[in-house]
């Protein structure tokens, strides 16, 4: 049986730059944060766009992932690429995850946190989904499953090589046109893309790394809560070929 491919990411991370690129396959149709409407209707969350997103949407979780499991039964043997964000999982029933492949992409905190701030000014680790991937990483495997995780810094460092440890993982051949795509808005963004997606519609392919210099003082509390979940999660994600300095 052919699974659908689950992204569970955390917020500002590459996560929209690697749904174009799984877009540019002809074996995989991508969805766009199918689960966000359900989020902001549980949990009240004040997001830029929310009301628009709550209008448009089906923010009931559980039947939007029992439609989008038929909807990958029907395609078959294309695949599904469902681009999710890890906190997005809240009062949710989690039988689905048994019937999907699932991937966990991270972003070291220090790089994340203040661009999280930008849109979120009083974001916590809750809105990180840190602990969320630990929890839902370890408990997938606990049961058979080999997630697999990504880190934003080593795919930056050498998409192609990265990638083709991801498709090797998820059983699917490597596509070089997964390394580009056009600029521009994209058919497959949610209606919230103004509001998040200004940067990654300028580009055309993974942008190369650059450490950021400077780290707010406001934001260390935060992001020593933040560090332990996120080095628990680094030492099991896939390298680069060429390592970067952690």
Not at 61 to 67: D, S
Not at 116 to 133: M, R
Not at 138 to 144: A, E, I, V, Y
Request: glycine share 6%; aromatic share 8%; hydrophobic share 35%.
């Amino acid at each position: 049986m052919t699974t659908p491919i689950c992204l569970w990411s955390g917020p500002r991370n590459i996560s929209t730059a690697l749904m174009y690129s799984f877009a540019q396959r002809q074996d995989v149709q991508v969805v766009d944060e199918p689960l966000y409407g359900h989020y902001l209707r549980v949990t009240g969350a004040n997001h830029p766009g929310g009301d628009e997103v709550l209008k448009t949407m089906n923010c009931d979780g559980n039947i939007v992932m029992r439609e989008l499991l038929a909807r990958q039964a029907s395609i078959s043997p294309q695949r599904l690429f469902l681009k999710h964000m890890a906190h997005h999982l809240v009062d949710l029933e989690l039988d689905f995850l048994q019937h999907t492949c699932n991937i966990f992409l991270l972003r070291d905190p220090q790089e994340m946190l203040p661009s999280l701030n930008i849109q979120l000014p009083n974001a916590k680790l809750a809105d990180t989904g840190l602990k969320q991937q630990w929890k839902l990483f370890s408990d997938l495997r606990s049961t058979g499953q080999r997630p697999v995780i990504l880190d934003a810094q080593e795919l930056l460092l050498d998409p192609r090589a990265v990638l083709q440890k991801l498709c090797e993982h998820i059983g699917l051949d490597f596509d070089a046109r997964m390394l580009h795509w056009q600029a521009g808005p994209k058919t497959e963004d949610g209606v919230w893309a103004p509001h998040w997606y200004q940067s990654v519609h300028e580009s055309t392919g993974f942008t190369r790394y650059k450490r950021k210099s400077r780290f707010p003082d406001h934001l260390k509390e935060l992001l020593n809560v933040c560090r332990p979940w996120y080095e628990k999660l680094y030492e099991h994600a896939l390298r680069a070929e060429t390592e970067g300095e952690k």
